[in-house]
């Protein structure tokens, strides 16, 4: 099978698996935002800050690096296995001695226990790296898929059991606690390679090189992504960062889902053939293409109908929430296509690059929560829209030059797809404004008629304008699923 043909069947891999995982853990959040409180919720951000933080360090980019590796030996393999697990088990003891600290950073005593039981996800998952790494290299993602699905489905279901029994935030806590042994154990079922007891240092020399840098950047990154939460956290309640982080969860389930999905393949098949820029680009703009056929109306149908969507899915009780997913749904559009840059750093071997321009965002970000946070969550949200929107060229301009694309080749191929979208996000949101004056509309009725108006206008204008991309969708379905021979469904 080619190259090409096997990216295209772990894509459809790939995509079923996340559709299905989105579908459920939307449905989960859907429930536990009823059955828990914005409280809740926030009190687990502010832990999340610190425990992204931890995960930076967790395999210091060595699986990247095993994943670029051209002929990675035995000895990385075991080597890298064991480093993980005595890695995951300093962090978690780090984080439990460093319990207190953070609970009195945030004046939350409660913090503490929740600290010290999530520290303990970080030394369970890591007995699954190596062997994600290796899915991940030999393009196998019909293995990763099947474990992400129960880690998410049942791990969920554990959540929602807890809340509807009065557990509280530790339905959350548990809920992460649950999904890590799944991560970490059930690769084990689906990996032939097992470790072996040999641990070589110069080994892991090889690939830190590359892991380092890498490293580098998540460790700014990590910052950038979670400064607001930080900052909300610490100067204004833990139940407006509920708000917060429950609308920028939001804004990040495309990004979780559709871009990650495609990434996840992306980046090992680009690796592949890094040395074709040819081929790297016309790969590179076919998955941002199909991304954004996604996630373009996804984000403009949530601007237009946010007020109905957040009442009715999640309950009254997160009313605040509605301004700040109107703003952070721009965003969304913009780091679904954005954040593919980082397949062309890492599959380029310029870690080193991305890990420097990672700095300079994330210095212009922090300066740009600091000024919003005069203005509470709102003024986040909306300084945080307004840096992204300046900085998206830049970061293109930068990673193009690695590939020898240009902008406008890149940009030029969304024009049929963004006008659609935002025709459609037009429609729903005038047929919005209509039917809320309209006394017999409730809330629900609303939202069912503005999405079936927005997926028929979409799908219609889409047709007439960009009719390629169904086809090529089709086939990638029918090649997955439909084969003689080869059938799934």
Known sequence: MTLTKRTIKNVGWSGVSQAIRLLGQFAITAILARLLTPKDFGLIAMVV?????????????????????????EEHLSSMFW??????????LVLSALAPTIANFYHEDKLVLIIIVLASTFFTSSFGIVQNALFMKELNYKSIAII?????????????????????????VYQQVVSSIFLGFLPWAFCKWKPKFLFRWRKIKELLGYGLHLTGFNLVNYFSRNLDNLLIGKFLSSTSLGFYNFAYQLMTFPLNSISSTIGQVMFPSLSIIKNDKEKVRNAYLKATSYIAVVTFPLMLGLLAIAPQFIRVIFGAQWERSIFLVQILAIIGLIQSISTTVGWIFQS?????????????????????????????IEGVAIAYAVTVILLTYPSFLITFKLI????????????????????????MFGLRLVLENTMW???LIILILTIILGIISYIGLLLILEKTIFKEVFQLIKSNFFQKGNRTL
Do not use: H
């Open 49 to 73: 800050v610190f425990t992204n933080f931890v995960t930076v360090f967790r395999d210091f980019g060595l699986a990247a690096a095993l994943i670029q590796c051209e002929e990675p030996t």
């Open 348 to 376: 380029q071997g310029r870690t080193k690059i991305m890990f420097w321009w990672g700095i300079i965002t994330t210095v212009i970000l922090a300066g740009a929560f600091v000024l919003g946070l005069r203005w509470d």
């Open 404 to 427: 020898d694309l240009r902008f406008s080749q890149f940009i030029k191929q969304f024009r049929f797809i963004f006008l659609s979208a935002a025709v459609m996000g037009g429609v």
């Open 83 to 92: 480093l993980n697990i005595l890695t995951g088990l300093i962090l978690a």
């Open 148 to 172: 992400w699905t129960l880690a998410v489905i049942i791990s969920g279901a554990v959540a929602v059991i807890l809340a509807y029994n009065g557990f509280g935030v530790w339905s959350l």
């Open 441 to 443: 509309a409730k809330d």
